[in-house]
């Protein structure tokens, strides 16, 4: 089991920037953002295959928000800029121990994660 923390939610206006940290207890290579606003079901953000990198967006968030890692200090992070109101949600960070990048990054459509955190908020007002 894998404990993941995550910190950085807050509320910002409209065209505003946040930064999120997820910080993992063990190291999984397959590593992940997702949210879940209200009355809606939760949706994948971004997602990282630690052993190289890669990466994969959602369309809503391309162009404005990066993922990336830390592995020194096991974290990864998800740098939000030009946020929206509808990008209001609270934000999970979620971690897998899957060793193939086309894998990991097929897992943006999927919720089907083996450690999730508690979630941070993030609130955009317009």
């Known amino acids: 089991q894998v404990q993941l923390v995550e910190s950085g939610g807050g509320s910002v206006q409209a065209g505003g920037s946040l930064r999120l940290s997820c910080a993992a207890s063990?190291?999984?290579?397959?590593m992940g953002w997702f949210r879940q606003a209200p009355g809606k079901e939760r949706e994948g953000v971004a997602v990282?295959?630690?052993?190289?990198?890669?990466?994969a967006y959602a369309d809503s968030v391309k162009g404005r928000f990066t993922v990336s890692q830390d592995n020194a200090k096991n974290k990864m992070y998800l740098q939000m800029n030009n946020l929206k109101p509808e990008d209001t949600a609270l934000y999970y960070c979620?971690?897998?121990?899957?060793?193939?990048?086309?894998?990991?990054?097929?897992?943006?459509?999927?919720?089907?994660?083996?450690?999730w955190g508690q979630g941070t908020q993030v609130t955009v007002s317009s």
């Open positions: 979620a971690a897998d121990d899957i060793w193939s990048g086309t894998f990991c990054r097929s897992k943006l459509t999927s919720s089907r994660y083996d450690n």
């Open positions: 063990r190291y999984r290579p397959c």
């Open positions: 990282i295959y630690r052993s190289d990198g890669s990466t």
